[in-house]
């Protein structure tokens, strides 16, 4: 025990009082104490908190954990240099889809070699983190290679077969939900009731005479590996037209007895979309097939608005946004998917809500139609939550 003086100990208790004061916030009781010359300022306040908001670990998917998984998009560089992304993607999702890997031309980019280095590397990692994987995608008229389209079209369905057979055996077990087809619905769109629909007049179509490979790619999925989910996925299915198309061709294959489980919405948003239309789209397959799925499968909200002839020709583009996203579009951004999500946790037939990357620096959307700094995703290029990701798991965020 230290004897101290009465000093001392008048120094220590008027030390405490002061201690006591400043952690109320500097509110006292006791008379406000007038400062002398002799006294020192007070230090300044700290400086108010960037945020009473942390991205605590599981945060968005634990959110979501009752109504659907939340996936994003990953690639095989990214986990092998366990970047920003990689570990985000990791604490935040619980389905990864890989953002290239799996699809044709890089499996198999010349006929009779498959090459599942990189995709079996996305894969492994998430399952060792206890993530489900989503296939993507066993046929994409963007990413086929030349030789699947040569000879007639039993050649061309054979070759069709065993290529989705090896690569569905070679996963089975540890992908258990694929993109059987991508993008196979008319693009006709802009011609309403004149447009030429349902099927997009692809190098598929051409080469096989017709839409039948849709139900041979339906078809030997489900004998290749019979416990996997099968979807049709693609996107603006949020615009009637083309939505409209895609279930004459989802209704098609079902009067057909083909094999299908699900419908995948892209989901590549704008600024200016209005989530009803991507709901509307949700409720189109729900109406009339009660026993489909649906997905969202690429979610983002582009913050330019492209015409024809900047899609076409990458002229005619808004100018780049620069470094700063305007306020207003992080607002617009952040209503949009608040309004969305809400809608979709009430559809019991939404299974897995996916976004197309983890932060916005890893969209494509920084590279299509040209190349232009965008901001398209939940987490900004710190990795920190944006306005949008906080409006969706916060219904008292104030946007
Ligand atoms: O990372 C490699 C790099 O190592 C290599 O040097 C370089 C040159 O070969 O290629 C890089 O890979 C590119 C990859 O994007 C990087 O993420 C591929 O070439 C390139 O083809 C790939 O583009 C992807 C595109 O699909 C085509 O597969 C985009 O990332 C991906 O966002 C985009 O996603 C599509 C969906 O599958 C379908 N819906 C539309 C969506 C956007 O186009």
């Known amino acids: 025990m230290v004897d101290i003086t009465a000093r ?110 990189p995709a079996d590397r996305v894969v492994d990692w998430a399952l060792d983190n206890n993530m489900t994987v989503r296939g993507h995608a066993l046929l994409w008229h963007e990413a086929t290679p030349d030789y699947f389209y040569q000879g007639t079209p039993s050649q061309i369905r054979a070759r069709l077969e065993n290529y989705i057979t090896t690569v569905m055996r070679h996963f089975a077990g540890r992908i258990t939900v694929w993109d059987v087809v991508n993008e196979v619905t008319s693009v006709d769109i802009f011609n309403g009731d004149n447009g030429i629909g349902p099927d997009r007049r692809s190098r598929w179509f051409e080469a096989t005479g017709g839409a039948d490979y849709i139900d041979w790619a ?91 002839e900047c899609w076409q020709s990458g002229t005619g583009c808004q100018p780049d946004i620069g470094p700063t996203p305007p306020p207003e579009s992080l607002a617009a951004q952040a209503r949009l998917l608040r309004d969305l999500f809400n809608g979709l946790v009430n559809r019991s037939t939404v299974e897995s809500v996916n976004v197309w990357g983890v932060r916005d620096n890893d969209s494509w959307l920084n590279f299509a139609p040209v190349t232009r700094t965008n901001y398209p995703l939940l987490l900004n290029r710190a990795g920190e939550a944006k306005p949008a990701l906080r409006a969706i798991i916060d219904q008292n965020y104030q946007i």
């Open 8 to 117: 001392q100990r008048l120094k220590l208790l008027a030390g405490a009082a002061a201690l006591m004061t400043s952690a109320c916030g500097g509110a006292s009781r006791s008379a406000p104490v007038t400062p002398d010359a002799t006294t020192p300022p007070p230090p300044p306040p700290p400086p108010p908190p960037t945020s009473d908001f942390t991205l605590t670990d599981g945060l968005l998917r634990d959110t979501f954990r009752n109504n659907f998984s939340m996936g994003t998009a990953v690639t095989a560089e990214q986990i092998n240099s366990n970047d920003l992304s990689a570990r985000l993607a990791r604490e935040q999702f619980n389905v990864v889809t890989p953002e290239y890997e799996l699809k044709a031309d890089q499996i198999s980019p010349s006929e009779g070699v498959f090459n599942f280095g």
């Open 218 to 308: 339906f078809l030997a999925a489900r004998a290749a590996d019979p416990s996997a989910q099968l979807f049709l996925s693609d996107y603006e299915t949020e615009n009637t037209f083309k939505m409209n198309w895609t279930m004459e061709i989802v209704r098609r294959l079902l009067q057909r007895g083909i094999p299908i489980d699900g419908v995948g919405h892209q989901f590549h948003l704008q600024l200016d979309t209005e989530a009803s239309t991507a709901l509307a789209a949700i409720d189109t397959v729900t109406n009339e097939f009660a026993g489909l799925v649906n997905h969202v499968t690429e979610l983002d909200v582009n913050f330019y608005q492209n015409s024809g």
